[in-house]
Protein backbone atom coordinates (compact mmCIF):
# COMPACT_ATOMS: atom_id res chain seq x y z
CA UNK A 1 0.00 0.00 0.00
CA UNK A 2 1.66 3.53 -0.87
CA UNK A 3 2.50 5.62 2.34
CA UNK A 4 3.90 9.15 2.88
CA UNK A 5 7.23 8.87 3.79
CA UNK A 6 9.71 11.58 5.37
CA UNK A 7 13.54 12.09 6.03
CA UNK A 8 14.92 12.29 8.08
CA UNK A 9 12.76 10.70 11.02
CA UNK A 10 15.23 12.70 13.37
CA UNK A 11 17.07 16.33 13.23
CA UNK A 12 18.89 18.15 15.68
CA UNK A 13 19.86 21.32 14.81
CA UNK A 14 21.31 24.69 16.40
CA UNK A 15 19.35 27.32 16.99
CA UNK A 16 19.86 29.86 13.94
CA UNK A 17 20.54 27.22 11.75
CA UNK A 18 18.48 26.33 8.38
CA UNK A 19 17.09 23.16 8.07
CA UNK A 20 15.19 21.49 5.77
CA UNK A 21 12.52 18.88 6.18
CA UNK A 22 11.91 16.35 3.14
CA UNK A 23 8.06 14.67 2.18
CA UNK A 24 7.40 11.90 -0.64
CA UNK A 25 3.82 12.38 -0.75
CA UNK A 26 1.93 9.31 -2.26
CA UNK A 27 2.41 9.47 -5.86
CA UNK A 28 -1.21 10.05 -7.13
CA UNK A 29 -1.81 12.85 -4.57
CA UNK A 30 -2.48 16.30 -6.09
CA UNK A 31 -3.11 18.32 -2.08
CA UNK A 32 -0.10 18.09 0.47
CA UNK A 33 0.10 19.55 3.72
CA UNK A 34 2.27 20.35 6.70
CA UNK A 35 1.49 20.06 10.43
CA UNK A 36 3.33 20.49 13.61
CA UNK A 37 2.81 18.81 16.92
CA UNK A 38 4.79 20.57 19.79
CA UNK A 39 5.51 17.89 22.79
CA UNK A 40 2.64 17.32 24.16
CA UNK A 41 0.15 19.19 22.15
CA UNK A 42 -2.14 19.42 19.74
CA UNK A 43 -1.42 18.77 16.12
CA UNK A 44 -1.31 22.45 14.04
CA UNK A 45 -1.74 23.12 10.88
CA UNK A 46 0.93 24.92 9.34
CA UNK A 47 0.33 25.19 5.40
CA UNK A 48 -1.52 23.57 2.32
CA UNK A 49 -0.11 23.51 -1.05
CA UNK A 50 -1.62 22.64 -4.47
CA UNK A 51 -0.49 23.08 -8.38
CA UNK A 52 3.13 24.65 -7.28
CA UNK A 53 1.38 27.40 -4.67
CA UNK A 54 -0.19 27.45 -0.93
CA UNK A 55 -3.16 27.19 -0.78
CA UNK A 56 -3.70 27.76 2.47
CA UNK A 57 -1.36 28.37 5.67
CA UNK A 58 -2.14 29.13 9.54
CA UNK A 59 -0.46 31.94 11.60
CA UNK A 60 2.39 29.88 12.78
CA UNK A 61 3.27 30.08 9.34
CA UNK A 62 5.23 33.43 9.07
CA UNK A 63 7.91 34.28 6.81
CA UNK A 64 10.88 31.89 8.46
CA UNK A 65 9.25 29.22 6.36
CA UNK A 66 8.87 28.45 3.21
CA UNK A 67 7.41 25.29 1.22
CA UNK A 68 8.74 24.17 -2.28
CA UNK A 69 7.86 21.15 -4.26
CA UNK A 70 11.60 20.96 -6.14
CA UNK A 71 10.71 18.19 -8.65
CA UNK A 72 7.84 15.81 -9.11
CA UNK A 73 7.72 13.70 -6.16
CA UNK A 74 9.22 15.46 -2.33
CA UNK A 75 7.74 18.28 -1.14
CA UNK A 76 9.91 20.27 1.47
CA UNK A 77 9.65 22.77 4.36
CA UNK A 78 12.13 25.25 4.96
CA UNK A 79 12.95 26.77 8.58
CA UNK A 80 15.03 29.68 7.78
CA UNK A 81 16.54 30.55 11.28
CA UNK A 82 15.25 27.69 14.03
CA UNK A 83 13.81 29.07 17.79
CA UNK A 84 13.89 26.85 20.53
CA UNK A 85 10.18 26.63 20.19
CA UNK A 86 9.88 25.15 16.37
CA UNK A 87 11.22 21.76 18.14
CA UNK A 88 8.45 19.80 17.70
CA UNK A 89 7.32 16.94 15.32
CA UNK A 90 6.60 18.23 11.76
CA UNK A 91 4.46 15.76 10.14
CA UNK A 92 3.99 15.68 6.26
CA UNK A 93 0.26 14.82 4.66
CA UNK A 94 -1.51 14.28 1.29
CA UNK A 95 -4.71 13.34 -0.51
CA UNK A 96 -5.81 12.86 -3.97
CA UNK A 97 -7.60 16.07 -4.52
CA UNK A 98 -7.85 18.22 -1.34
CA UNK A 99 -11.61 19.35 0.06
CA UNK A 100 -12.88 16.84 2.67
CA UNK A 101 -10.91 13.61 1.81
CA UNK A 102 -9.04 12.14 3.87
CA UNK A 103 -5.46 13.19 4.59
CA UNK A 104 -2.59 10.50 4.68
CA UNK A 105 0.14 11.08 7.49
CA UNK A 106 3.69 10.07 7.07
CA UNK A 107 5.80 9.32 9.95
CA UNK A 108 6.95 12.54 11.13
CA UNK A 109 10.32 14.35 11.20
CA UNK A 110 11.35 14.93 15.44
CA UNK A 111 13.19 18.10 15.75
CA UNK A 112 14.74 19.33 18.03
CA UNK A 113 16.31 23.05 18.56
CA UNK A 114 19.15 23.52 21.24
CA UNK B 1 -13.53 29.05 13.74
CA UNK B 2 -13.75 25.50 14.03
CA UNK B 3 -13.13 24.32 17.46
CA UNK B 4 -12.25 20.87 18.56
CA UNK B 5 -12.41 19.20 22.32
CA UNK B 6 -11.90 16.13 23.92
CA UNK B 7 -12.78 16.61 27.12
CA UNK B 8 -10.89 13.08 28.84
CA UNK B 9 -6.85 13.96 28.90
CA UNK B 10 -6.71 9.97 30.00
CA UNK B 11 -8.98 6.86 30.10
CA UNK B 12 -7.89 3.19 30.73
CA UNK B 13 -9.57 0.17 30.14
CA UNK B 14 -9.12 -3.37 30.54
CA UNK B 15 -7.97 -5.67 27.72
CA UNK B 16 -11.45 -7.22 26.02
CA UNK B 17 -13.50 -4.45 27.44
CA UNK B 18 -15.11 -1.43 25.43
CA UNK B 19 -14.12 1.80 25.65
CA UNK B 20 -15.96 5.35 24.24
CA UNK B 21 -13.83 8.08 23.75
CA UNK B 22 -15.91 11.65 23.97
CA UNK B 23 -15.08 14.65 21.46
CA UNK B 24 -17.29 17.26 20.87
CA UNK B 25 -17.01 20.57 17.77
CA UNK B 26 -18.38 23.40 16.97
CA UNK B 27 -19.15 24.40 13.87
CA UNK B 28 -21.57 26.97 11.69
CA UNK B 29 -20.69 25.09 8.44
CA UNK B 30 -23.19 21.78 7.44
CA UNK B 31 -20.78 19.72 5.57
CA UNK B 32 -17.82 18.75 6.84
CA UNK B 33 -16.26 15.58 8.02
CA UNK B 34 -14.86 14.00 11.28
CA UNK B 35 -12.19 12.05 11.42
CA UNK B 36 -9.95 9.68 14.62
CA UNK B 37 -6.68 9.46 14.39
CA UNK B 38 -4.39 7.10 16.37
CA UNK B 39 -0.88 7.75 18.05
CA UNK B 40 1.32 5.27 18.70
CA UNK B 41 4.35 6.05 20.92
CA UNK B 42 5.73 5.66 16.97
CA UNK B 43 4.02 9.05 16.87
CA UNK B 44 3.04 7.90 13.60
CA UNK B 45 -0.74 9.73 12.80
CA UNK B 46 -2.92 6.45 11.81
CA UNK B 47 -6.67 6.98 10.43
CA UNK B 48 -8.78 5.12 12.17
CA UNK B 49 -12.29 5.89 11.36
CA UNK B 50 -14.25 9.26 9.23
CA UNK B 51 -17.79 10.16 9.35
CA UNK B 52 -19.30 12.47 6.57
CA UNK B 53 -21.81 14.88 8.59
CA UNK B 54 -24.38 14.31 6.04
CA UNK B 55 -24.87 10.52 6.36
CA UNK B 56 -26.74 9.64 9.46
CA UNK B 57 -25.24 6.13 9.64
CA UNK B 58 -22.83 6.04 12.24
CA UNK B 59 -19.60 4.84 10.45
CA UNK B 60 -18.12 1.59 11.28
CA UNK B 61 -14.69 0.12 11.03
CA UNK B 62 -14.17 -3.63 12.39
CA UNK B 63 -13.88 -3.07 16.61
CA UNK B 64 -14.30 0.85 16.08
CA UNK B 65 -17.34 2.64 15.92
CA UNK B 66 -18.48 6.07 16.15
CA UNK B 67 -21.85 7.53 17.86
CA UNK B 68 -22.33 10.71 15.35
CA UNK B 69 -25.27 13.54 16.74
CA UNK B 70 -24.86 16.02 14.55
CA UNK B 71 -27.61 18.30 16.39
CA UNK B 72 -25.42 17.66 19.46
CA UNK B 73 -22.08 18.44 17.69
CA UNK B 74 -21.11 15.05 19.55
CA UNK B 75 -18.35 12.37 17.82
CA UNK B 76 -17.09 9.50 20.31
CA UNK B 77 -15.51 6.63 19.19
CA UNK B 78 -16.04 2.95 20.60
CA UNK B 79 -13.52 0.48 20.43
CA UNK B 80 -14.57 -2.42 21.43
CA UNK B 81 -12.86 -5.71 22.59
CA UNK B 82 -10.01 -3.17 23.12
CA UNK B 83 -6.49 -5.12 22.45
CA UNK B 84 -3.14 -4.16 24.04
CA UNK B 85 -1.75 -2.51 20.89
CA UNK B 86 -4.79 0.20 21.11
CA UNK B 87 -3.15 1.85 23.24
CA UNK B 88 -1.95 5.55 21.85
CA UNK B 89 -2.86 9.02 22.19
CA UNK B 90 -5.98 9.16 19.88
CA UNK B 91 -7.28 12.52 18.44
CA UNK B 92 -10.32 14.06 16.87
CA UNK B 93 -10.37 15.76 13.53
CA UNK B 94 -12.70 18.00 11.77
CA UNK B 95 -12.78 19.53 7.98
CA UNK B 96 -15.11 21.26 6.80
CA UNK B 97 -16.53 21.41 2.70
CA UNK B 98 -15.25 24.84 1.77
CA UNK B 99 -12.58 24.20 -0.85
CA UNK B 100 -9.52 21.86 -1.44
CA UNK B 101 -6.61 22.07 0.56
CA UNK B 102 -8.35 22.71 3.62
CA UNK B 103 -6.78 22.46 7.33
CA UNK B 104 -7.66 19.74 9.65
CA UNK B 105 -8.42 20.93 12.85
CA UNK B 106 -7.60 18.89 16.22
CA UNK B 107 -8.60 18.08 19.64
CA UNK B 108 -6.47 17.96 22.38
CA UNK B 109 -5.94 14.09 22.38
CA UNK B 110 -6.79 11.56 24.98
CA UNK B 111 -4.29 9.41 25.95
CA UNK B 112 -5.75 5.71 26.27
CA UNK B 113 -3.99 2.82 27.92
CA UNK B 114 -4.89 -0.90 27.74
CA UNK B 115 -3.96 -3.05 30.74
CA UNK B 116 -3.87 -6.66 30.32
Known amino acids: EPEVTQTPSHQVTQMGQEVILRCVPISNHLYFYWYRQILGQKVEFLVS????????KSEIFDDQFSVERPDGSNFTLKIRSTKLEDSAMYFC????????????FGPGTRLLVL | AQTVTQSQPEMSVQEAETVTLSCTYDTSESNYYLFWYKQPPSRQMILVIR??????QNATENRFSVNFQKAAKSFSLKISDSQLGDTAMYFCAFIFQRRAGNMLTFGGGTRLMVKP
Open chain 2, 51 to 56: QEAYKQ
Open chain 1, 93 to 104: ASNPSGSQETQY
Open chain 1, 49 to 56: FYNNEISE
